[in-house]
């Protein structure tokens, strides 16, 4: 708990990808997982993976030529060269205490990840908040401007229904996961940080360490390269600013008159936001984008000062590009309307996620109410900060709260979704909050709680998606 990854080397170099052979990834069905793999197959790799169960995204990778097993048995490895896991992979699981014992190269997603960017021009997205929707709004710009970039973003891109391509030139834009060190790996040209907070202490164990990874980040950029950070966080305006002392390219971002882009005051409604954007050439620009919330303005400014100051794009055309991005599965992904009552779906998983997202559909709900069903992640983080996960709850006007979705951890004693209840009360002692212990129950308490007009959004990292569906077709059956 010092932000030291015990079993990877991050700094170290990566191999080159024609020396991997075949490689077998170990739970290739999840996001990062099957990104690599798919931007593997299309480098021409020989893949193969397993995963506990099956889902449509093994029928995909099997579509896509990779051999794909459900359930973990050591025959898998017969033939393999090199083991790709991620940190939430147990020394423990079978396929990996087999290559353990027969000596194969084990690598981590995300040196996986790099040894396919070698001879890329490399961008990568770090932040506790908004790297999914920058690395996708980024993406879909050079896109439009004709770049046609490699990706691997950490959710699916509504408009392309993948979350990994590998393209014909040579931009390879990467979203770096913060959470276990691995952002270190990629040694980027450019490299964005959305903001810089206390989130994965399980892994960190102070948020001293997490500043000094990100300083770690920021320092991996090459020579020559472009540091972007938010001005308005405080962690990352603190990191741009020490950047900037060691004589290295910093450009900030944000609704502070001190950033060098510049945003002002939102002016978009509905379903979409809008804002003048004054560059660092003091020149103004029309930033529109059609999804909600002050936060996506900022990540799309993040995206447009990598691509123009980092990367060289035309402004013009990366607005246009930006315009056109219609959103990444599970951010603030709309999923029906039934008995006049609308529900979204939303990953957000931290404070500062859940904060943004809710403060969002508060302002949107109009007349209705919001309805809030969140599923913590993680038994480590409800306990570090449920005190302000509650507060990030407080605008809606029900909360209902399904019990932790524990992930890679087992239960800690003491620690369950009643913490955030009692702070939420001991904070708004009117608060209409209620722990729903029982998964299948969820749907049927917030269908019976919704009426027309109102907003109900299911919120957390965990299997909280699958409910809305569920509750549309309460509404429906009522």
């Known amino acids: 708990m010092n932000g030291t990854n015990a079993r990877f080397d991050f700094r170290a170099p990566v191999p080159a990808l024609d020396d991997l052979g075949r490689v077998h990834f170990i739970a290739i069905g999840g996001a990062g997982m099957s990104g690599v793999a798919r931007v593997m197959l299309a480098r021409g790799c020989t893949v193969s993976g397993s995963d506990a169960k099956d889902s449509p995204v093994m029928a995909a990778l099997a579509a896509e030529g990779a051999e794909v097993h459900v359930g973990h048995d050591p025959a898998h490895l017969d033939g393999v060269d090199t083991v790709v896991i991620s940190s939430a992979i147990r020394e423990t699981n079978v396929e990996l205490a087999t290559a353990r014992e027969r000596g194969l190269r084990v690598l ?12 890329s021009r ?39 229904g993948t979350n990994a391509h590998w393209g014909t030139g040579v931009i390879f834009v990467a979203e770096a996961d913060e959470s276990d060190g691995s952002f270190l790996v990629y040694r980027p040209e450019v490299a964005v940080v959305t903001n810089v907070q206390p ?11 997490v500043r000094t990874a990100y300083a770690e980040f920021a320092a991996s950029v090459v020579d020559g390269g472009l540091v972007v950070a938010c001005h308005d966080d405080a962690g990352s305006l603190a990191l741009a600013e020490a950047v900037r002392a060691q004589g290295r390219r910093v450009l900030t971002y944000g609704f502070s008159p001190e950033s060098d882009l510049v945003l002002g005051e939102p002016l978009g409604h509905g379903l979409m936001a809008r804002t003048e954007l004054r560059d660092p050439d003091g020149r103004s620009w029309d930033l529109r984008v059609n999804i909600p919330g002050r936060h996506n303005l900022l990540n799309a400014a993040a995206a447009f ?3 123009t100051q980092g990367l060289g794009q035309d402004p013009a055309q990366v607005l246009q590009g930006l315009f056109s991005f219609t959103g990444t599965r599970r951010r603030f992904e709309p999923k029906g309307t039934a008995a006049g009552v609308s529900v979204v779906d939303d990953y957000a998983h931290n404070p500062g996620k859940v904060a943004a997202v809710v403060g969002t559909a508060a302002e949107l709900v109009g007349d209705g109410r919001l309805v809030v069903v969140f599923q913590p992640h993680l038994y480590s983080r409800t306990r570090d900060f449920a005190t302000e996960f509650a507060a990030a709850l407080a605008p809606a006007d029900i909360v209902l709260l399904m019990e932790v979705y524990g992930a890679r951890e087992d239960p800690i004693p003491g620690v369950s979704s009643e913490l955030i209840a009692d702070a939420l009360l001991a904070l708004r002692p009117d608060a209409d909050v209620e722990v729903v212990s029982s998964w299948s129950a969820v749907a049927g308490e917030a269908a019976r709680r919704a009426r027309a007009g109102d907003l109900v959004m299911t919120v957390g990292a965990g299997d909280v998606t699958m409910v809305g569906p569920e509750i549309l077709r309460a509404l429906r059956d009522a």
């Not at 790297?131 to 408009?159: I, N, R, W, Y």
């Not at 989130?199 to 360490?209: E, I, K, P, Q, R």
């Open 122 to 160: 490399r961008v990568a997205i770090a932040g506790a908040n908004g790297k999914t929707t920058t690395t996708s709004m980024l993406t879909v710009a050079l896109q439009h401007c004709g770049a046609d970039p490699s990706f691997a973003a950490g959710g699916e891109l509504a408009k392309h």
């Open 305 to 307: 000062a990598a691509a």
């Open 108 to 119: 981590h997603r995300s040196q996986a990840l790099a040894s396919t960017m070698a001879s």
């Open 199 to 209: 989130d994965h202490l399980d892994f960190y164990g102070t948020f001293d360490n």
